[in-house]
Nanobody, 123 residues
Framework: VQLQASGGGLVQPGGSLRLSCTNSGGTLDDFAVGWFRQAPGKEREGISCISGRDDSTYYARSVRGRFTISRDYAKNTVYLQMNSLKVEDTAVYYC?????????????????WGQGTQVTVSS
């Protein structure tokens, strides 16, 4: 498994970004995928995950209603659509994989991690 997170950048408050997570080492179909973020001086936070069995999803309260996780099997990619971005969403965002049956934001359950992509929300 070789994960790559991409799509980060600089955006104004209220704007949108779409992050992508791909696996150059094979398919993502066999995994549950989670998105995490770490802001400067803060602990890493799990924000969203998608099951590897039925594509059920779960969101942290901090992003619920603003972020959407989805999976494109044809492109072997998991997306995180981020809308209504806030300054406090500024962080390095990581994707990670775990057992397909899990739907968890507990980072200790995740086995493989991508390198992270920077998201900066600023006016």
């Amino acid at each position: 498994v070789q994960l790559q997170a991409s799509g980060g950048g600089l955006v104004q408050p209220g704007g949108s970004l779409r992050l992508s997570c791909t696996n150059s080492g094979g398919t993502l179909d066999d995994f549950a995928v989670g998105w995490f973020r770490q802001a400067p001086g803060k602990e890493r936070e799990g924000i969203s995950c998608i099951s590897g069995r039925d594509d059920s999803t779960y969101y942290a309260r901090s992003v619920r209603g603003r972020f959407t996780i989805s999976r494109d099997y044809a492109k072997n990619t998991v997306y995180l659509q981020m809308n209504s971005l806030k300054v406090e969403d500024t962080a390095v965002y990581y994707c990670a994989t775990t057992t397909p049956r899990l739907l968890t934001l507990d980072e200790s359950s995740y086995d493989y991690w991508g390198q992270g992509t920077q998201v900066t929300v600023s006016s």
